[in-house]
């Protein structure tokens, strides 16, 4: 079992950037698929980004490509995802949640963090 708090999160300009951080509770955080996720207001929760136990494999949703990075620090039991060239959609809250598999569906998350707002408004 793990557990993750996320921040970072806050109101940013389109073109702005933002960095959230997801920190561990447990040293197992290494052990585990780190995933990140959003959900705006009446849309389902859609997979961002995902970043594999070791760091050595990533993989990014389709509309976040080239504009979002994850990254972790095992040491630190912290995951980090960068988002650059924000837009008016990207607004939503976004969780990070750990995974013993590697993949990109929600229902593979069993541990979540209680989600962090950002906002993209002009």
């Known amino acids: 079992q793990v557990h993750l708090v996320e921040s970072g999160g806050g109101e940013v300009q389109p073109g702005g950037s933002l960095t959230l951080s997801c920190v561990a509770s447990e040293r197992s955080f290494s052990d585990y698929t780190i995933g990140w996720f959003r959900q705006a207001p009446g849309k389902q929760r859609e997979f961002v980004a995902g970043?594999?136990?070791?760091?050595?494999?990533?993989a990014y949703g389709n509309s976040v490509e080239d504009r979002f990075t994850t990254s972790r620090e095992n040491a630190k039991l912290t995951a980090y995802l960068k988002m650059t060239n924000l837009k008016l959609e990207d607004t939503a809250v976004y969780y990070c949640?750990?995974?013993?598999?590697?993949?990109?569906?929600?229902?593979?998350?069993?541990?979540w963090g209680q989600g962090t707002q950002v906002t993209v408004s002009s």
């Open positions: 949640a750990a995974s013993e598999r590697w993949y990109t569906h929600d229902m593979a998350y069993p541990y």
């Open positions: 970043i594999t136990w070791n760091g050595g494999d990533t």
